[in-house]
């Protein structure tokens, strides 16, 4: 614990003592019970939370704001009415979550393929670096649905409007988390690299991608969450189908629990979409973890 | 394959006082399937000599030649283990992947990466091991990966930056013994930098005195010890004695301005 005294006087020397910090009068105790209790607290706040949505829903009745059991009901018509042949998905989950999926795809495809290429372009060229990074800090900082406009004078109504929408929001990311991983790439490694005489393609291949691949997954992660906002956002927008454009559709014509009903279906593809990122990334950068560990 | 070390500098620029003198003038011939220690205190330019033979690093003046050719960049035929195994390595390969890279580096076609891979892990006395990760091995254990990927191109010339100044004393008698084995069953030329003299002496064939500020050759002594040579036999010897007390003299002695 430092006090703020000591905060503001950075020429005070290092060793100055310090008051003991004042020991709370029933430590062990109180922080055990806490500690046990959490998970459990954190799910009675949730359980309480959707009880109440329930309870309030039915006691004052609008078509805005209907009771979960009703969206729950919805979902299971609207989503999982299918034949078990297709994992019981129905022909509407069909036709709107495939053309979304379908785009974000090929969108984070292009993203990865670009933007990975391009950072490690970035990092490893100067010139390169100097001419082009003010661009990415300048797209990384702007909110990338303006260009939804242009995109449609561009493409009309088309997939690749979504796609391009979807790809110039997430390749800045990916571009700039490469960028950085190649850049700090140890230079130990490099050197073993080098000294093997180890071709260009080979030094690309088989050590900078893999050694940047932590901050790469990293970017990669992230703009995954992007993208499926920008696919929502972009079938708001400017499309005849897809997740987002029936979220709209429903809006637009009074049915509100089916928007519900599509909302909780997005939702739950991007928990989806996050857990499989993340076990993929745990996968890939196994040897981080156990080399971080084994520098203990 | 003879390495010529001729009439090389190292500077580095410098704030104020000009440019900052890594290496002074040196020159120096290394023969075929000598074992040559290079010892001296830090700052005596011992590892940026070596960096120089390696290719890594570009003399400020001077020329190496690895027989006729100049090196210009790390040529073939020539290995390199540093010390720093951990850094070394890739992380993200298994020991058999790390080997094959060499390999595959020199443009060996996959059956011969194969054989060499086995090879060199045997000749380093490691079994079993190909599917491991640095990881999961020990340092001294890293070491000797780093040692077999080294021999896996079978070297003309490996180059050793204090290879050894990490690992424990018993694990480094057992690295010294397997180096001068695997140089033996590869008959190669060996440059060890160390910074320890006893560890000079037992191996080398040639010890090189380095002095610092600025760095440069001190002496070149030859180590007149029979071969093979024994961890304890050989460092009970009142020849190793007198040879390590001599070096651990001429390293010790007052800095005195360059001739």
């Known amino acids: 614990m430092t006090s703020p005294t000591t905060r503001t006087a950075p020429d005070a020397p290092a060793t100055a003592p310090e008051p003991p910090p004042p020991t709370p009068s029933r430590p062990h105790l109180g922080q055990r019970a806490t500690s046990l209790l959490r998970p459990l607290l954190n799910l009675w706040l949730l359980a309480a939370l959707l009880v109440g949505w329930e309870i309030y829903a039915r006691a004052n009745p609008t078509i805005f704001f209907p009771p979960l059991s009703s969206i729950l009901r919805q979902f299971w018509a609207d989503w999982l009415s299918g034949p078990p042949t297709r994992a019981f998905l129905s022909d ?5 979550v495939v053309p979304s999926m379908s785009r974000l795809t090929q ?11 391009g950072g490690m372009l970035v990092a490893r060229n100067p010139v390169i670096r100097g001419m082009y990074s003010p661009m990415i800090r300048f ?56 000294s093997m005489r180890l071709s260009r393609w080979q030094l690309y291949r088989h050590v900078i991608l893999p050694a940047a691949a932590p901050q790469i997954m990293a970017g990669i992660r992230v703009s995954i969450g992007v993208g499926l906002i920008m696919v929502i956002v972009s079938e708001f927008y400017a499309t005849t189908a897809g997740v987002g ?13 089916q928007m ?8 739950i593809i991007g928990l989806i979409l996050n857990l499989v990122t993340a076990g993929l990334e745990r996968r890939a950068l196994r040897w981080q973890r156990r080399t971080g560990l084994g520098a203990l | 394959m003879t390495l010529t070390i001729d009439n090389i500098t190292k500077s580095y620029p410098s704030t104020k006082a000009g440019p900052r003198l890594a290496l002074a003038p040196t020159s120096l011939t ?21 960096m120089m033979m390696a290719g890594l690093l570009s003399p400020t003046d001077g020329q190496v030649r690895l027989g006729d050719t100049p090196v210009t960049g790390p040529p073939a035929g020539l290995s390199v283990v540093f010390q720093d195994y951990g850094r070394s390595l890739f992380p993200w390969m298994n020991i058999r992947r790390n080997l094959a890279i060499a390999g595959q580096a020199a443009g060996l076609p996959r059956a011969e990466i194969a054989v060499r891979v086995a090879e060199a892990l045997t000749a380093v006395g490691l079994h079993k091991v190909e599917h491991l990760y640095p990881w999961q091995m020990s340092g001294g254990m890293q070491q000797r990966v780093a040692i077999a990927r080294a021999l896996v191109v079978r070297p003309d010339v490996m180059l050793m930056d204090e290879p050894f100044a990490a690992v424990d004393a018993q694990t480094r008698a057992d690295l010294e013994d397997l180096v001068l084995k695997v140089r033996h069953d590869y008959q190669m030329t060996v440059v060890f930098v160390t910074h320890d003299i006893d560890e000079a002496v037992y191996l080398g064939d040639r010890v090189l005195v380095m002095q610092a500020n600025p760095g440069r050759l001190l002496r070149d002594l030859p180590i007149d010890l029979p071969r093979p040579r024994d961890q304890v036999g050989t460092k009970l010897e009142p020849r190793f004695a007198q040879l390590r007390s001599e070096i651990f003299r001429l390293v010790m002695r007052p800095v005195e301005p360059a001739a």
């Open chain 1, 260 to 267: 519900w009903s599509a909302f909780l279906l997005i939702a």
């Open chain 1, 139 to 194: 797209w990384l900082a702007t909110p990338k649905v303006v260009l939804l406009p242009v995109a449609l004078q561009v493409f009309g109504v088309s997939d690749a409007l979504n796609i391009f929408v979807i790809f110039f929001g997430t390749v800045w990311l990916i571009m700039i988390n490469t960028a950085d991983g190649v850049a700090g790439v140890n230079a130990a490694w490099l050197r073993s690299a080098s």
């Open chain 1, 107 to 117: 969108a984070m495809i292009l993203a990865l393929v670009v933007g990975v290429a």
């Open chain 1, 245 to 257: 454009y029936e979220v709209m559709r429903f809006q637009e014509t009074f049915g509100y629990l």
């Open chain 2, 30 to 50: 290394i023969g075929r399937n000598e074992f040559v220690c290079v010892v001296g205190p830090s700052g005596c330019g011992k590892s940026t000599m070596l």
């Open chain 1, 92 to 96: 509407q989950f069909f036709t709107a």
